[in-house]
Nanobody, 115 residues
Framework: QVQLVESGGGLVQAGGSLRLSCAASGRILSINVMGWYRQAPGKQRELVAGITSGGSTNYADSVKGRFTISRDNAKNTVYLQMNSLKPEDTAVYYC?????????WGQGTQVTVSS
């Protein structure tokens, strides 16, 4: 089993920045994909950004140029640097781990951006 623990959410004004962290533990396979999803009230969960263990990244169009995903494989930790935050970025952000059909989710961390 894989456990994911997120941290770094909070309340920030529009234009501000936050950095989310997600630490993975348990039966971690070296080749995997980790990412961040978010879910706003009344909306479906959506992919924000993903990163492979080799460092390849992908982003939702809505966050390109503002968010940066990175990872430290030695620490089994993935980060999401969020800059130029907008009120529409308000959501619960979830960390995700995927490999060979195994999927794990974190408990989520709230990000609230005030206008």
């Amino acid at each position: 089993q894989v456990q994911l623990v997120e941290s770094g959410g909070g309340l920030v004004q529009a234009g501000g920045s936050l950095r989310l962290s997600c630490a993975a533990s348990g039966r971690i396979l070296s080749i995997n994909v980790m990412g961040w999803y978010r879910q706003a009230p009344g909306k479906q969960r959506e992919l924000v950004a993903g990163i492979t263990s080799g460092g390849s990244t992908n982003y939702a169009d809505s966050v390109k140029g503002r968010f940066t995903i990175s990872r430290d494989n030695a620490k089994n930790t993935v980060y999401l640097q969020m800059n130029s935050l907008k009120p529409e970025d308000t959501a619960v952000y979830y960390c995700n781990y995927k490999v060979s059909g195994i999927v794990a989710w974190g408990q989520g961390t709230q990000v609230t951006v005030s206008s």
